[in-house]
């Protein structure tokens, strides 16, 4: 039988690297046992015990005092949790290389032969990112001799994270989702328009955690422009977030409240997407949007900022504008003009360029061959 321990994942805001690792716990071959060693709690006993019905136990390592002590008290735990887990990988996550590091040296000093390092990102998010980011840069050299395999989810998450691994070493999955699940469906499109009282309006969606990376300041900007040229517009976010009374505040001021729904976590994302007209991403930056991937499966237009990887684009229907103060209207322009555009159906072509959720499981678990 095969160990493996997933380090560095929780299901704070079931966000995408959550959702990616849960999905292959969920699809693992019998004979492969896939742990979770989590640095923040888990917030909900449910996804707890979900997985363990599919074998996967999850072990708590963080610690909840002094943030330097606590680097100290990972290291330990981590270290003990390998050993006595008998683990013969250590598949680490992150999106910053400090993070990594301390992780990755836990690892080492366990005595496991196989470190995954695995980059998410391609910035800095939360409070102090400017401190985030120097730790970041001062780490992420060293990485090169803490781990002994690299992955990311895109170029731009490898530049981020592993400057001095050459590239041929750094394997690249992507993030797939299941195409079945968030093909666009006209019933669940009905259903999520009626319920959310949004039959007759021009529905510009979202879907993220209110964090600095999301720009929802930004978006809530677009969005006020845009509401100017189709007064039918809404605009829909979904997540929660630290920024959340932040946004909410925003858009009171701006007199949009009845314009802008919060509808807070959703397991149904996929018929939310189904109800949208148009998914906007307006990120400071990104990976590889997972989210952007779904919208894009389920055959919406798609606005991404152009910080974010161009390998994000799947379809013809998507477009990357820059997010300055002056480059709004360009927003605006473009979001009101996709009012009543026709939605295709990219179910075969993304499953060409394997973003299926299947080539992802597989790539996943070819690691740990």
Known sequence: MKKILEVNVDDMGFGGVYSLVRNVILAKPAGTTLDIACIEPFEQQKNIDELAAHGCTVHYVGYAGNKIKKQFVIIQNLKQLIREGGYEAVHIHGDVAYKLLVYSVAARLAG?????????????????????????????????????????????????????????????????????????????????????????????GHVGRFEYQKNHTYLVDIFAAVKDRVPSAKLFLVGEGSLLDETRTKVEDLGLSDDVIFAGLSREVEKLLSGFDVFVLPSHFEGLPIVGVEAQ??????????????????????????????????????????????????????KEQHFSLDDTIREFLDLYA
């Not at 070493?169 to 993030?175: A, M």
């Not at 699940?181 to 009905?190: L, M, Q, S, T």
Request: charged share 25%; glycine share 8%.
């Open 112 to 204: 496991v032969k196989t470190i995954l390092l695995h980059s998410h990102a391609s910035g800095t998010d939360g409070n102090h990112r400017g401190l985030k980011q120097k730790l970041h840069m001062a780490s992420r050299r060293f990485l090169k001799w803490t781990g002994t395999g690299y992955v990311s989810c895109s170029d731009l998450a490898a530049d981020w994270m592993f400057p001095n691994v050459k590239a041929k070493k750094i394997t690249i999955i992507h993030n797939g989702v299941d195409l079945d699940k968030f093909r666009f469906d006209p019933e669940k499109r009905a259903a999520m328009r009626k319920e959310w009282g949004l039959e007759d309006a021009f529905v510009l």
């Open 297 to 350: 499966a389920a055959g919406l237009p798609v606005l991404f900022a152009d910080t974010i990887t161009k390998e994000a684009r799947l379809t013809d229907a998507s477009w990357f504008l820059p997010i300055g103060e002056t480059d709004m209207p360009q927003w605006a322009d473009k979001l009101a003009a996709l009012n009543g555009a026709e939605r295709g159906d990219p179910y075969e072509r993304l």
